[in-house]
């Protein structure tokens, strides 16, 4: 089986611009669990997914920021909104992405794919086509496939 029998077709995609709340919100709205970043030409750029999100989030990234908000203050209290608005609504998808994206080309089979998510330690797979980007194969796309074979 190859990755073009395996894939998801035309994942999602955004732009390295697009603010990492709308990323959060396409993500929980349509159950994935990770987007692809894609160029203005459409070549694939990186990759979001949950755990890029929640690294940002990681206790040693809140202490640094937390440090340098509180000299900034001044012993003044600091506006929650403003706050959110600097750990969410302000980054994009460039500033939390992973990239370069490890991808597979539509010809690799399963035994490859499975190899590259398990020695890369990824749950999915951009899968291109001459380089551009034709759709994702995740863990879940091979636990089907593999199951669909027993049947």
């Known amino acids: 089986m190859k990755a073009r029998d395996l894939m998801t077709a035309t994942p999602y ?3 390295p611009r697009t603010p990492v709340s709308q990323i959060m919100r396409a993500m929980l709205d349509r159950d994935i ?20 999100l929640v690294r940002r989030q990681d206790s040693a990234h809140q202490r640094k920021v937390n440090h340098w908000l509180s000299l900034l203050a001044e012993g003044e209290a ?12 302000e980054q994009t998808a460039s500033a939390v992405m992973s990239s ?11 035994s490859e794919i499975a190899d590259v998510l398990l020695k890369r ?24 496939a593999l199951l669909a074979q027993e049947v």
């Open 13 to 15: 995609c955004v732009s």
């Open 78 to 89: 600091l506006n929650l909104e403003f706050l959110h608005s600097l750990q969410l609504g």
């Open 33 to 52: 669990s990770a987007v692809m970043v894609t160029g203005d030409d459409g070549a694939l750029i990186g990759v979001v997914s949950e755990g890029d």
């Open 121 to 144: 330690g990824i749950k999915r797979v951009p899968v291109v086509r001459q380089g551009k980007l034709v759709g994702v194969v995740s863990r879940r796309d091979i636990l089907q």
């Open 100 to 110: 370069p994206a490890i991808t597979v080309d539509e010809s690799a089979d399963l």
